[in-house]
Every structure is written in structure tokens, then in C-alpha cells.
């Protein structure tokens, strides 16, 4: 399995283009930025970058190139094949295969994710899980670094933030297994490069979890998940990102 090491030092794939599903305004909101690694098991990691304020996805692809990142601008992305895979705003982050990459339950009577928090005391990831709990389905639970994870059944997600430089906010990395159906695992990097109040260091935390719970960006600013930070972008997912998931769960 990749790991977010491995990435950093790996010939990647990096896409630029319609997200699966997706029939948004015109713009830099229609594209997303993903890098995507095919594992010798026939497993997938993928990461999704959130671009900092200002930056477009065509400067950030241009400034992962020049970090050793093979980059690769394409009109739709890979999974864009596969039915519409949305509800109002909200749209899944697809794989080729299937709309919506799940969770297995592994035992329970839904699946667990628990956030480990390993991020500053600037990101209040905590606020942001709590809120992502209340969606039916899925249980999204807050564990700070000193706690660690659980274990099964529930699905151990690391949260970190650091300085990682200009381009991007938050990025969210997932591995999916060799089917393209289930993941094995995922990881959350913020960026503490820029600055920002509560609220947006929120919203981006909200993003972030999004995209691990199986979402793609929304078209509208009342959610977290869109495309970028962006003034009055909320710090909370909309309802059409809760039903979408409640579809699947």
C-alpha cells in the first residue's frame, strides 16, 4: 500500500478535469486536482488537492510539475464514464468503477471512521467531525493524537497539519482496493503555509473530511466542499451532501 512518503517521491498522474458526474459553471470550479497511483496489487491511491486562494487548478497542476509531479490536463477525469453520480450540488468522488467508493462496516451496524488528530490547535478539526457525525449512516468520530484510534471495526483516518508550502490548503489522500469499490484507507494534510480566521480554517477542515467520507466537490459555496476557499464559502456541509451520502449508507 502507498503511503503518503511513497507519493511524495513516486512518478505520479495528475488530472485535471470534470469531476464524475459533475455539469458545473463554467470556470475553474469545473475542474479538480488529483494525482492517482495504480499500486502492484491493482489497488489505487488518489490525492485531491484544495487550491489556496487566487490559484487556479491549471497554476497548481503547473506548480506540482515543477515539484516533480507528472502532470496531465484532461477534459473530463477517468471515472466520468460511470452515471451521474451526484444529488443537487453535491457530487461522490467516483472511482472508474462505481458513483460512490464506500466504507465497508466491518462488523458494525455502520460504518466507523474516527479522526485522529495529530493537527495544530489552530484547525478545529474536532468542530468540523462532530458536525460530519450528524449525518445518518456513517459515524465520523473525533479521537485527539493522545487517544489514537480505536481499531476495528472502525477505520483509523490521520488528520496532520504542517507547513507544506504554496499552492495548495488542505488534501485529502485516499487508497481504494483492487476492485475500485471500497477503501483501505485515507489521510488529511492542512496547511499551515496560509493563514485564515476560525471560520475558513474550519471550512477547509469540513472540506477535507468531505472528500474522506466519499465526496467530491459541491457547486455551491453553501457547502465546505466547494472547489475553493472562497468568501462566504460555509464551514459546514449542505443538505444535498448529507442526502448524497445517506443514498449510499
Request: hydrophobic share 35%; net charge negative.
Amino acid at each position: 500500500m502507498a503511503t503518503l512518503a511513497t507519493l511524495a517521491s513516486a512518478a505520479l498522474m495528475l488530472v485535471i478535469g470534470l469531476a464524475p458526474g459533475q455539469a458545473m459553471a463554467s470556470g475553474s470550479a469545473d475542474q479538480t486536482v488529483v494525482t492517482r497511483v495504480t499500486n502492484p496489487d491493482g489497488s489505487v491511491t488518489e490525492t485531491i488537492y484544495t487550491p489556496a486562494p487566487g490559484v487556479t487548478p491549471t497554476q497548481l497542476a503547473a506548480l506540482l510539475k515543477g515539484r516533480g509531479v507528472v502532470a496531465k490536463v484532461e477534459k473530463e477525469a477517468a471515472a466520468a464514464a460511470v452515471a451521474p453520480c451526484g444529488y443537487g450540488t453535491a457530487n461522490a468522488w467516483a472511482s472508474d468503477t462505481t458513483c460512490f467508493v464506500r466504507w465497508a462496516y466491518a462488523g458494525a451496524v455502520r460504518p466507523v471512521i474516527d479522526f485522529v488528530d495529530y493537527s495544530g490547535a489552530s484547525w478545529p478539526v474536532g468542530r468540523a467531525v462532530t458536525r460530519w457525525n450528524q449525518v445518518s449512516g456513517i459515524d465520523s468520530i473525533y479521537r485527539p493524537s493522545s487517544s489514537g484510534c480505536d481499531g476495528t471495526p472502525a477505520h483509523c483516518v490521520t488528520v496532520r497539519s504542517g507547513n507544506y508550502g504554496a499552492g495548495w490548503l488542505g488534501q485529502t489522500t485516499r487508497t481504494y482496493n483492487a476492485a475500485h469499490t471500497y477503501y483501505a484507507s485515507a489521510a488529511v494534510q492542512l496547511n499551515d503555509y496560509y493563514s485564515g480566521t476560525e471560520t475558513e480554517k474550519w471550512s477547509t477542515a469540513c472540506h477535507e473530511l468531505g472528500h474522506v467520507l466519499g465526496l467530491d466537490h459541491n457547486d455551491s459555496t453553501g457547502s465546505c466542499l466547494y472547489w475553493q476557499r472562497v468568501s462566504g464559502r460555509s464551514k459546514y456541509p449542505n443538505a444535498d451532501d448529507e442526502s448524497l451520502l445517506e443514498l449510499y449508507y
